[in-house]
């Protein structure tokens, strides 16, 4: 009777199951039937078990796609533009200490330089510089500060050495501009950086050059104390890098060069670029920095480079942010520049880790022109406002004109190849074509396991009863005896 129970529940959950094949495996009357839908059934099971492993071993892959679209806007975020001077320090500001120390400091860093930072060259050299450094102590009883010497003869920023600005064909001045150290040059300019996320950004609405910015500066060349012999600026003009607003500038690794006596047509467009999280990837937004107000990779570098060279060097680069004590310039030469160079030398294990990318990135790439400036009668006209001669503006007055070519953003998206909807509906989708099977299927199957169960449980329990009826029969037998 048991077995008999047993093949009924098989039999009736066979028959109305909404998995496909149980319902033909029951009702078949001959053997080839019945061995053709058994063997239907196991290579529908075969064929759900190998598609749905190979879709979870996808999605565990975490791989990744690459959305890319054009997005039309009103407006753009005009971006943050720094400037910089190839000369680095003005002639006319210049004590014979100042040349005293510049010298030397050049020549520390163009002999540690070529001796590649090795080591015992860099003590050898700290050993023959120690009458400069002797010297430095003695002549600055509270310090000497790269920083404050380089703001004092430095390139300034003003009407003279910027006679003509605007922006969206307003005037702006030397006031809107922020200070900025690049050790390579010295005093740098930028043009609407922002101080913190609440500050007001500039805009450009229409596209095209008369709604950027253009500015004319005069770098005044008779200034110049790049020489050959200290392995001085090439170049004659201005240095400029486009970048975020939140992004620290390097503009002797990033900059675009535009000469004297030359007119730079810069169009630009934005790049905007999403990157994803883990698992799908390592980017972070979630990370604070010390010193600047969003995180950025380049941001994060140079706080990994700074808290590196603090430790070994006691300083720091008079161009890094903080307000830690500058380096003199033989510990900058020989010490803090070593360090920057060893560390970004093996950056993935000094830095990698904890400098990912950010989440979203917005970059300008520019496209640059370059005309002649200025003409013929323009020549005339500011030879008479400066009262120099004709060749003066060819010889140090460069023009720039940054502006967006259109106002679309191009954005690069990056998503989950699958997800883990995606994953679900793959399996869902993998079990109904093979086997018919959907959630309610499922509920089916553990429906029957647990009658299966409950079934089983019955089947021990009269048998227990009766062994123990016979043996009280017994006992009762014995006594009436």
């Given at each position: 009777?048991?077995?008999?129970?047993?093949?009924?529940?098989?039999?009736?959950?066979?028959?109305?199951?909404?998995?496909?094949?149980?319902n033909?495996?029951?009702?078949?009357?001959?053997?080839?039937h019945?061995a053709?839908?058994?063997?239907?059934i196991?290579?529908?099971?075969?064929?759900?078990?190998?598609m749905?492993s190979?879709?979870?071993?996808?999605?565990?892959?975490?791989?990744?796609?690459?959305?890319?679209?054009?997005?039309?806007?009103y407006a753009?975020?005009?971006?943050?533009?720094?400037?910089?001077?190839?000369?680095?320090?003005?002639?006319?500001?210049m004590?014979?200490?100042?040349w005293?120390?510049y010298?030397?400091?050049k020549?520390?860093?163009?002999?540690?330089?070529?001796?590649?930072?090795d080591?015992?060259?860099t003590a050898?050299?700290?050993?023959?510089?120690?009458?400069?450094?002797?010297?430095?102590?003695?002549?600055y009883?509270g310090?000497?500060?790269?920083g404050?010497?380089?703001?004092?003869?430095?390139?300034?920023?003003?009407?003279?050495?910027?006679?003509?600005?605007?922006?969206?064909m307003?005037q702006?001045f030397?006031?809107?501009?922020?200070h900025?150290?690049?050790?390579?040059?010295?005093?740098?300019?930028?043009?609407?950086?922002?101080?913190?996320?609440?500050?007001?950004?500039?805009?450009?609405?229409?596209p095209g050059a008369?709604?950027?910015?253009?500015i004319?500066f005069?770098?005044q060349?008779?200034?110049?104390?790049?020489?050959?012999?200290?392995?001085?600026?090439l170049?004659?003009?201005?240095?400029?890098?486009?970048?975020s607003?939140?992004e620290?500038?390097?503009?002797?690794?990033?900059g675009?060069?535009?000469?004297v006596?030359?007119?730079?047509?810069v169009s630009?467009?934005?790049?905007?670029?999403q990157n994803?999280?883990?698992?799908?990837?390592?980017?972070?937004?979630?990370?604070t920095?010390k010193?600047?107000p969003?995180?950025?990779?380049s941001?994060?570098?140079?706080?990994?480079?700074?808290?590196?060279?603090?430790?070994?060097?006691?300083c720091?680069?008079f161009?890094y942010?903080?307000?830690?004590?500058?380096?003199n310039?033989v510990?900058?030469?020989?010490?803090?520049?070593?360090?920057?160079f060893?560390?970004?030398?093996?950056?993935?294990?000094?830095?990698g880790?904890?400098c990912?990318?950010?989440?979203?990135?917005?970059?300008y790439?520019?496209?640059?022109?370059?005309?002649?400036?200025?003409n013929?009668?323009?020549?005339?006209?500011?030879?008479?406002?400066?009262g120099?001669n004709?060749?003066y503006?060819?010889?140090n007055?460069?023009g720039l004109?940054?502006?967006?070519?259109?106002?679309n953003?191009?954005?690069?998206?990056?998503?989950?190849?699958?997800?883990?909807?995606?994953?679900l509906?793959?399996?869902?989708?993998?079990?109904g074509?093979?086997?018919?099977m959907?959630?309610?299927?499922?509920?089916?199957?553990?429906?029957?396991?647990i009658?299966?169960i409950i079934?089983?449980?019955?089947?021990?329990?009269?048998?227990?009863s009766?062994?123990?009826?016979?043996a009280?029969?017994?006992?009762?037998?014995?006594?009436?005896?």
């Amino acid at each position: 009777m048991g077995k008999g129970e047993g093949e009924s529940l098989e039999t009736e959950f066979a028959s109305g199951t909404t998995c496909h094949g149980f319902n033909r495996l029951a009702v078949a009357k001959k053997w080839p039937h019945r061995a053709f839908w058994t063997v239907a059934i196991l290579w529908g099971f075969g064929m759900t078990t190998w598609m749905i492993s190979s879709r979870i071993e996808a999605y565990f892959k975490y791989e990744t796609s690459t959305e890319i679209r054009v997005e039309e806007k009103y407006a753009l975020e005009f971006p943050a533009v720094t400037f910089c001077n190839f000369n680095k320090y003005r002639r006319s500001a210049m004590t014979a200490l100042d040349w005293y120390i510049y010298a030397n400091s050049k020549l520390a860093e163009k002999y540690a330089f070529e001796a590649d930072y090795d080591p015992e060259a860099t003590a050898a050299l700290r050993a023959a510089f120690e009458g400069f450094e002797a010297n430095l102590t003695a002549t600055y009883p509270g310090g000497f500060d790269f920083g404050n010497f380089t703001r004092r003869i430095g390139w300034e920023l003003n009407n003279e050495t910027m006679p003509l600005c605007l922006f969206r064909m307003k005037q702006c001045f030397p006031e809107n501009f922020t200070h900025a150290f690049q050790s390579e040059y010295g005093n740098c300019y930028t043009f609407n950086s922002h101080h913190d996320e609440d500050s007001l950004s500039l805009q450009q609405t229409r596209p095209g050059a008369q709604q950027g910015l253009y500015i004319l500066f005069d770098i005044q060349q008779a200034e110049y104390t790049e020489l050959l012999s200290l392995n001085g600026a090439l170049g004659v003009g201005i240095d400029f890098q486009i970048h975020s607003w939140y992004e620290r500038p390097n503009v002797a690794q990033h900059g675009l060069g535009a000469g004297v006596g030359t007119a730079a047509l810069v169009s630009m467009h934005q790049n905007e670029l999403q990157n994803l999280a883990h698992p799908w990837g390592n980017c972070s937004n979630d990370r604070t920095l010390k010193h600047f107000p969003r995180y950025s990779r380049s941001g994060c570098e140079v706080e990994c480079y700074l808290e590196k060279v603090l430790e070994l060097c006691g300083c720091k680069p008079f161009s890094y942010p903080g307000n830690a004590v500058n380096c003199n310039p033989v510990d900058q030469v020989l010490c803090a520049d070593p360090t920057i160079f060893k560390v970004a030398s093996n950056f993935q294990k000094e830095c990698g880790a904890r400098c990912p990318e950010a989440c979203q990135i917005i970059e300008y790439p520019p496209t640059v022109s370059y005309a002649p400036f200025p003409n013929y009668y323009m020549a005339q006209e500011l030879a008479s406002m400066y009262g120099t001669n004709a060749n003066y503006a060819s010889e140090n007055l460069v023009g720039l004109s940054i502006y967006y070519k259109d106002l679309n953003n191009r954005l690069t998206k990056k998503n989950p190849a699958m997800t883990p909807s995606g994953l679900l509906s793959d399996i869902g989708g993998q079990l109904g074509l093979f086997i018919g099977m959907s959630t309610l299927t499922l509920m089916e199957f553990g429906e029957y396991i647990i009658f299966k169960i409950i079934q089983c449980c019955r089947k021990r329990k009269p048998k227990t009863s009766q062994s123990k009826g016979v043996a009280n029969n017994v006992k009762v037998d014995e006594s009436g005896m």
